[in-house]
């Protein structure tokens, strides 16, 4: 049996989970509402504010899937009751970031600088040389992050570019002299 699979899922007071046909779930709470149809094979059952899946035989997709339904309804129940948030640091001389509206504006070092617009759900807030990526999807709020990580990633000689806040970067040593 999958270890995360069968663990059940606390349903918070304040949230609402409503299960429709095809494993299509809907999650309301506090910061909003999140929907996602999950694969039809798998059984969720809500029962006195717990959430179970389960998983109708031992096929190696299925055992595949149990984990990852699992999960996934998970996700949503977190994300609209305390929602998630990524941190990511500008690290170089000159590289800098800030917004204006809804609008991510960030110079590193091209001849131009590169504009962001936040995606639906999604917020970004600039403080100094440090970037937050917030919101209630973990996949929206991870995705955005990763786009703007990717605009400039840290390189492993001097650390300069974007990188997540808990993100340890590899140093590599320069070039040496000749003798």
Known sequence: MSRIGRMPIAVPAGVTVDIAENNHVTVKGPKGTLERTLPAEMNIKLEDSVITVTRPNDLKRMKSLHGLTRTLVNNMVVGVTEGYTKNLEVNGVGY????????????????????????????????????????????????????????????????????YADEVIRRKVGKTGKK
């Open 96 to 163: 800098r970031a800030s917004k204006a509206g809804k609008k991510l504006t960030l110079n590193l070092g091209y001849s131009h600088p590169v504009e962001m617009t936040d995606p639906e759900g999604i917020e970004s807030a600039v403080e100094g040389n440090k970037i937050t990526v917030k919101g209630i999807d973990k996949e929206k709020v991870g995705q955005y992050a990763a786009e703007i990580r990717d605009k400039r990633r840290p390189e492993p000689y001097k650390g300069k570019g974007i990188k």
